[in-house]
Nanobody, 118 residues
Framework: VQLQASGGGLVQAGGSLRLSCEASGRTFSDYAMSWFRQAPGKEREFVAAINWSSRTYYTGSVKGRFAISRDNAKNTVHLQMNNLKPEDTAVYYC?????????????WGQGTLVTVSS
């Protein structure tokens, strides 16, 4: 399994970015997919996830601002990030569950850096 994340960059507070993660190696329609992030000096934290039925989950600080979606035909998961804040600055990692119908993420992309300036 390989994951390729893209879409990070530098944006001003209040701006938007769209992250994408393309997965390869198998079909992922039955697998939960997620985004985590790690800010400098902090531990990796959960941001959002979407399961095999497209049910979505978010951490509280991004609810109403971020939206996760998936395109099973392209084995891709997206994270639309709106109204970005400086505290959203982090390396964002996409993750795929290790087995179908599981929420244990075992496969990770290389990360994409998001920097939000104030």
């Amino acid at each position: 399994v390989q994951l390729q994340a893209s879409g990070g960059g530098l944006v001003q507070a209040g701006g938007s970015l769209r992250l994408s993660c393309e997965a390869s190696g198998r079909t992922f329609s039955d697998y939960a997919m997620s985004w985590f992030r790690q800010a400098p000096g902090k531990e990796r934290e959960f941001v959002a996830a979407i399961n095999w039925s497209s049910r979505t989950y978010y951490t509280g600080s991004v609810k109403g601002r971020f939206a996760i979606s998936r395109d099973n035909a392209k084995n891709t998961v997206h994270l639309q990030m709106n109204n970005l804040k400086p505290e959203d600055t982090a390396v964002y990692y996409c993750g795929v569950a290790k087995s179908a119908y599981s929420y244990e993420y075992d496969y990770w992309g290389q990360g994409t850096l998001v920097t939000v300036s104030s």
